[in-house]
């Protein structure tokens, strides 16, 4: 062997701190940069043709691009972050209202409907009696 080959012990500990501290804010940086584009197209008040122009901006000149928008929307970022995030819960929760009604309700619309069915004529007193057990119990 020539001597050459680094063995851990001789890297020195600032110079692993000074790495892992490059690698934070490579990461930082990703996911500022991602945070802006995301947030490019998540406004709705900007016309298809400014979206494609900050973009194109951010690709071509990120570091500079992400500074730029930062500094001229930066402030409404968290504003439309915001908004979304509400947007979501009130969907959730839309959704939640929709699946679960009151379970009470539909078995009573259930036994109108074959009421309406016997009354019809379309049901037998037996075939009435056997869904009405099904549906209550």
Not at 82 to 105: C, L, M, S, W
């Amino acid at each position: 062997m020539d001597g050459s080959a680094y063995l851990a012990y001789d890297y020195p500990v600032l110079g692993a701190f000074w790495t892992v501290m490059w690698i934070f804010l490579w990461v930082m940086w990703l996911v500022l940069l991602f945070r802006v584009i995301v947030d490019v197209f998540r406004d709705h008040e900007m016309s298809g043709w400014i979206k494609a122009l900050w973009l194109l901006f951010l690709i071509l000149i990120p570091f500079l691009g992400v500074l730029v928008y930062v500094i001229a929307r930066g402030r409404n970022m968290g504003k439309r972050e915001v908004e979304h995030a509400q947007e979501r819960q009130e969907a959730f929760n839309a959704y939640i209202r929709e699946t679960v009604k009151d379970p009470g309700r539909a078995g009573a619309d259930n036994l109108v409907k074959l009421s309406e069915l016997k009354a019809k004529g379309d049901l037998s007193e037996e075939e009435f009696q056997r869904a009405k057990q099904k549906l209550l119990g």
